[in-house]
């Protein structure tokens, strides 16, 4: 398996590169969402790959983070998702966001992207949400800390759902001097007066 490439930005599409490795050019499918973060034409680069093999044809998919790729490797675990759906999931929100769907059982955000219906996007409900790393999810947010992804993902592990959980973080006061027991304490007191 050919698990990331360095080179030379040789040519850039919305949803491809081309990249040369030592004098081998490499074409490599991307998420849209990424074509303009690729840096300009002759930088040295960094995509993080996954192969994908069929009969009669070897494709590249490349992403600029290690968590990226590896999403998109469990998306294709996923009965009914090819690298096409997947990109095209990958293409149409952040990771978090995706990640935020796929873990509120939020259909409605998953079916308004090309490629997937009601029973793709339950299909990837039921395979992914439990093992969705939330903390990881939460701690991409905009205004997440660790300290709050720590506090979501004891609620979670406690039974909450995610939603639940991020609201309890929500009213949680900002003083960084709390420790993270006392804020999931409170998460709690919180949880318990709704």
């Known amino acids: 398996m050919i698990a990331a490439l360095t080179g030379r930005l040789e040519e850039r599409s919305q949803d491809s590169v081309i990249i040369n490795v030592g004098g081998v050019s490499f074409l490599v499918h991307i998420p849209t969402s990424i074509a303009r973060d690729c840096g300009a034409i002759g930088d040295t680069i960094v995509l993080y790959t996954h192969l994908h093999v069929r009969e009669d044809v070897l494709s590249l998919y490349g992403f ?4 990226e ?11 009914g998702v090819g690298p096409k759906v997947a990109l095209a999931l990958m ?3 952040p990771l978090a966001d995706l990640e935020r769907a796929i873990a509120n059982g939020d259909i409605e955000t998953l079916t308004r992207i090309p490629g997937v ?3 793709t996007g339950a299909r990837l ?14 701690a991409e947010g905009p205004s ?6 720590e506090v979501v993902t004891a609620l979670t592990n406690l039974g ?7 609201e309890a973080v929500q009213h949680l006061p900002a003083d960084a001097e709390l420790a993270i027991a006392d804020k999931i304490r409170l998460a ?4 318990a007066g709704r």
């Open 125 to 138: 409900i039921l395979d992914l949400k439990g093992k969705l790393d939330l903390s990881q999810t939460l």
């Open 188 to 191: 709690l007191r919180y949880l």
């Open 160 to 166: 909450y759902p995610l939603a639940v959980a991020q």
């Open 64 to 67: 600029l983070r290690p968590a």
């Open 117 to 119: 219906g009601k029973k």
């Open 91 to 93: 293409s149409a929100l």
């Open 144 to 149: 997440a800390t660790a300290a709050q992804a």
């Open 69 to 79: 790729r590896d999403f998109f490797q469990r998306l294709l675990g996923v009965s």
